[in-house]
């Protein structure tokens, strides 16, 4: 993975939530106040930015339970859609329509480090990537939000300082 992030070229792009057309959300729906957070920011975006595709993709430490697995705009993936070497799998569906899409921003909702998101991020075709602020969390975000390991205070801040961004 360090050297996917060493040899990535791409255009870090400061964009506006207003401006955004596409958002891709990654959560670790193994904590449950991450995918309450997901279900809110999803009903709030489809509000506020009618304009805004959403698609949100979280991650099950352990198997991926059958009332969630069909939850209109999420997909789920868990350690199954992953080689020995945690490499997405061809056959995973999920990780595969998440990482064909161009986004305008990726929101990471997680508030630890989680490689198997982290993976996932690095491989994102995206202009800008928000996450949680950390040491390690350096070489995948472009922009970092300081929060005390709350997810809604990550969300909130997140969601504000993407509307006044290029204001």
Known sequence: MAKTLQNENREVEAININQARKLGLLFDATHAEQLEQARQLKNEFKSKYP??????LGWYQK???KTVEKEAGFSFFNKSDYSFFYKPKESSKSIKNFLTNKYDIVLDLTMDFNFPIK????????????GVFSKYN??????????????KEF???????LGVLNK
Not at 51 to 56: D, M
Not at 155 to 161: C, D, E, V
């Open 155 to 161: 969300a909130q801040q997140a969601i504000y300082y």
């Open 63 to 65: 198997e991926i339970p």
């Open 119 to 130: 993976r996932i991020i690095v491989e994102t075709d995206a202009k800008l990537r928000v």
């Open 51 to 56: 304009n805004l595709e959403f698609i949100a």
């Open 138 to 151: 350096e070489p995948f975000f472009d922009l970092f939000i300081n929060t005390r390991k709350n997810v």
